[in-house]
């Protein structure tokens, strides 16, 4: 993809899975890669992959949900590249418990807010600002098809979701002039670590059926489509939620 040679950035819960597959993607793009997670062995071993292959990269200690936290992965990005030109808020976490709305307590609650969103306004507030002092640059935040899939089973995860569209909305609203751009990759069932600790056998054979492709998704499928949208082959693609899911949802 074109214009990626060069570039600095951030994805922010890049350890494993989806997260780690884009690391992989952009490093092999050429761009020069921070990988914050809280699995900081996991990010470790991939920074240290591409770093052996040739590539650059750098780990770095992150909870997502703390301010300072994110203020020191931004931080040492600029530190070590020299400035900052795309970050992917791709963290996520807090399903236990996540039940339907009568029954999910507002402790589950409130933490699904703070992992699943607010911790993406934090990114947001602290990415911005070194964004514009290079003249302009790239948001993507990582949603769902539960976003807008109308699940009877979970809230908090859906509704924090659906909160990231409307964030990335008004980024892509408020700083366009100024070069930014901000969109959303809503994957559908890919399957990572996470989904096999968290989905039952069941759940996944089901979601096969209902996917008009021949199989479900692969992490590499999702790096795709952000590194897409980070590169100059994606430099007028603004305010979209872009949904990689093989079809299971059909949507204008
Ligand atoms: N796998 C799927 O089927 C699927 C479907 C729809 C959306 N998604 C979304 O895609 C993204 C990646 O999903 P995944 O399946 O790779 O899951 P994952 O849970 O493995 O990925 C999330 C990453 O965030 C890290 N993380 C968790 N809490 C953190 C914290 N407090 N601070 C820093 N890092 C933290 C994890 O260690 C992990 O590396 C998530 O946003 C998820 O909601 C996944």
Redo the contacts with the bound molecule.
Sequence with gaps: MRGLTGKVGIV??G?????AATVRRLAAEGAAVVV????EA?AAAVAAEINNGGGRALAVA????NEQSVADLVEKAVATYGGLDFFHA????GTQGDVDALNCSLDVFDQSIA?NLRSHFICTQKALPVLLERGGGAMVY?S???AYGGAPWQVAYPVAKNGLHALMRHVAARWGKQGIRANVVA????L????REHLTDQYVEEGLKRVPSPRL?Q?DDIAGMVTFLVSDDGQWVNGQVLSVNGGAAMRD
């Design positions: 922010a819960g350890g494993r899975g989806i997260g914050g997670d809280i699995r996991e992150l909870d997502i949900t791709n963290a996520a976490g992992i990582t769902s098809g539960a994957p559908g069932l890919v990572t670590e996470a989904v998704g992490p």
